[in-house]
């Protein structure tokens, strides 16, 4: 079955090239663009976050202490980054992160700390846009270091979504997918856009295949035992298109401007490694734009099998959302727009599944957050001020109190903690 899927991404890669070197006339593929230049840009969320009612584990005592309450004024996220197109056809973005600047640990919020004297600052994104065909929209190939096309909310932008914080639908899937929590990997992926006449029809399809990026004892691997990860996604718009140009990240909000529906339906698939026999995803999502209604739902099942000694195990989890708001357009000064988000996971609840998830890597216990707020848009896509409170709950099932089994009850660089509910004051700016 391995060896099948491999073979099949193989097989389109193969009819991506057999169409690119059918045409007679391959210049813009090698010939520079006229006055082309590096387009720089930056982006950034500053936030403050007052938290409340967090707690952490005492390992001494056995049980969860309450923390103060406080204000945290942290850069939730922030990018530097670089566009070029020096080929007609070949497009290049290149991004850098110090997210999580002046975060504290012990902030009820996502996301990890970045807080030292000297904030670390890395590569986020990295990669080519290849366009197949010439002056069509039907064939790209993309290859670099991004997200795999799996799942709305992870392949959208936190500056583009509704609530103050992105669901931890994202979170969970990539995780789960790929092992580390921005979902970056290297990969390659073929993708498109295919119309009908009137445009009132536009399928958008990918399929990718990546380097995982688990850890393990000698790093970021998969072990001894090797399996890529293939993803697909397929998305049909019905009435307005959701897009008229590929790429490989979207929008939420239209301004009115949109009245149509996109549904899509996606998974990955990867074989053996050191950690599991298969890792599957399975999943869809939702996106209605109408008129001043903007809403989105996503769902994924997420499943392992594996071995524990001779017997064979396998769990399945579950996580999604529900997300809407109304953008008003003011008189003066950009759009206002109410909103609300409901986030839920849940993995293995007894003690028989938590042990087998627990051998198996995966999220175990339930994990709930509700988000309401209300936001400014001041420029669109590009300014806007926030005021949200979001609401936490989670379930440890049959684990031991101490448990860090999922991110309701783990903090990245403090370990064991329950979450607790946060409000915040934001901004979000692109330039």
């Not at 020096?86 to 970045?114: E, Q, T």
């Not at 190939?141 to 096309?149: E, I, S, V, W, Y």
């Not at 790429?247 to 053996?272: E, P, V």
């Not at 909103?339 to 051998?359: C, E, I, N, V, Y």
Request: net charge positive; glycine share 10%.
């Amino acid at each position: 079955m391995k060896t099948f899927r491999i073979a099949l991404f193989i097989a389109a890669c193969f009819l991506a090239f057999s169409t690119l070197f059918a045409q007679r006339d391959t210049n813009g593929i090698v010939q520079n663009r006229p006055n082309w230049r590096i387009e720089p840009f930056a982006s950034f969320q500053l936030w403050s976050v007052y938290s409340m009612n967090h707690q952490v584990y005492n390992s001494q005592t056995k049980l969860y202490e309450k923390v103060d309450d406080r204000l945290n004024f942290i850069f939730r996220r922030a990018r530097l980054g670089f566009r070029m197109q020096p080929y007609d056809r070949l497009r290049f973005n290149l991004i850098f992160a110090y997210d999580g600047a002046g975060k504290d640990v012990l902030n009820s919020s996502l996301g990890v700390a970045n807080n030292g004297a000297n904030p670390s600052f890395g590569l986020f994104d990295g990669f080519m846009d290849w366009r197949i065909k010439p002056q069509k929209e039907s064939m790209f190939l993309t290859a670099g270091f991004f997200r795999p096309q799996v799942g709305r909310e992870s392949i959208t932008a936190a500056w583009t979504v509704a609530s103050m914080e992105k669901s931890q639908t994202q979170n969970y899937l990539r995780q789960h997918i790929v092992g580390v929590g921005p979902g970056r990997v290297v990969g390659a992926n073929l993708g498109g856009l295919l119309f009908n006449q009137s445009k009132k029809l536009v399928l958008n399809y990918n399929l990718g295949i990546f380097n995982p990026a688990y850890l393990s004892n000698n790093g970021q691997s998969t072990g001894q035992q090797y399996s890529p990860m293939l993803a697909y996604r397929a998305a049909l718009s019905i009435g307005d298109p959701e897009m008229s140009q590929y790429a490989i990240n979207y929008l939420m909000n239209f301004y009115g401007r949109r009245k149509g529906i996109s549904l899509a339906l996606d998974g990955t698939w990867q074989g053996r490694t050191d950690f599991f026999k298969t890792n599957t995803s399975l999943g869809g999502d939702v996106l209605l734009n109408y008129g001043v209604l903007n809403f989105d739902a996503e769902y994924h099942q997420l499943a392992r099998t594996g071995q524990n000694g001779t017997q064979d195990i396998s769990q399945k989890s579950w996580v999604g959302h529900l997300r809407g708001g109304l953008t008003f357009k003011l008189k003066k000064n950009g759009y206002l727009e109410p909103a609300f988000m409901l986030m839920r996971f849940r993995g293995a609840m007894s003690a028989f599944d938590q042990a087998q998830a627990t051998k198996l890597r995966m999220f175990e216990g339930e994990d709930t957050s509700y988000d309401l707020g209300l936001n400014w848009h001041l420029q669109e896509r590009r300014l806007k001020l926030l005021l949200h409170y979001t609401w936490r709950q989670g379930d440890l099932g049959a684990a031991a109190p101490g448990s860090t089994i999922n991110e309701f009850f783990n903090q990245p660089g403090f370990g064991a903690i329950r979450r607790g509910d946060w409000l915040g004051l934001g901004l979000n700016a692109i330039f």
